[in-house]
């Protein structure tokens, strides 16, 4: 059965840093583009980042751009968001998703991980 | 960049009723609009993708239409299971993306 498992959530202050992984089971990894996608408290789905199969290229949202680094390790099944400079506005339930070739929907999420921005 | 609105923002519906959610967006995206689904506390699952297909499991009940800039999802027959929040994302390639619309909470009335 094909899975995604989020981890390396957690309570941090303002300015740190965290990174987040996805660990990838039960399809082929290395297949797949891949996604971060974020949901602040009571609020909607907001696109993070994207990164293609190979590692490159990769996209961000605005609100990722310059302090967020997507990447992955395809030999160990692994997608990776490291977050610098992270703000109260960060905080947030991540997920990561599986993206479908051609349609680009995202066809596979894990259960997400809590990120708490605050002091 | 293109922008999306969803709409509505809330509903309010009973078991049995015909629902139906619209996202806009502010240019042509052809037909690559989908459709998810979230329950309360649980991930995203996807309900619909290309604006018309369906994803193994996903039932009959549920089904998507238009393109270029108007999409619709239509629930025939609502279930207990169906109220949730329901979410339509864009995926043509260009900025910003692959980004959300705001959501549809689905209630019971």
């Known amino acids: 059965e094909a899975q995604l498992e989020e981890s390396g959530g957690g309570l941090v202050q303002p300015g740190r840093s965290l990174r987040l992984s996805c660990a990838a089971s039960?399809?082929?990894?290395?297949?797949?583009?891949m996604s971060w996608v974020r949901q602040a408290p009571g609020k909607g789905l907001e696109w993070v980042a994207y990164?293609?199969?190979?590692?490159?290229?990769?996209r961000y949202a605005d609100s990722a751009e310059g302090r967020f680094t997507i990447s992955r390790d395809n030999a160990k099944n692994s997608l990776f968001l490291q977050m610098h400079d992270l703000r109260g506005e960060d905080t947030a339930v991540y997920y990561c998703?599986?993206?479908?070739?051609?349609?680009?929907?995202?066809?596979?999420w894990g259960p997400g991980t809590l990120v708490t921005v605050s002091s | 960049d293109i922008q999306m609105i969803q709409s509505p923002s809330s509903l309010s519906a009973s078991v049995g009723d015909r629902v139906t959610i619209t996202c806009r967006t502010s240019q042509s995206i052809k037909t690559y609009l989908n459709w998810y689904q979230q329950k309360r506390g649980e991930a995203p699952k996807l309900l619909i993708y290309a604006t018309y297909s369906l994803p193994r499991g996903v039932p009959s009940r549920f089904s998507g239409s238009g393109s270029g800039t108007d999409f619709t999802l239509t629930i025939s027959s609502l279930q207990l299971e169906d109220f949730a929040t329901y979410y339509c994302?864009?995926?043509?390639?260009?900025?910003?993306?692959?980004?959300f619309g705001q959501g549809t909470r689905l209630e019971i009335k």
């Open positions: 994302q864009q995926t043509f390639s260009t900025p910003p993306w692959y980004i």
């Open positions: 990164i293609s199969e190979t590692g490159s290229p990769v």
């Open positions: 039960g399809f082929v990894f290395s297949s797949h583009e």
């Open positions: 998703a599986r993206e479908k070739e051609v349609t680009g929907d995202f066809d596979l």
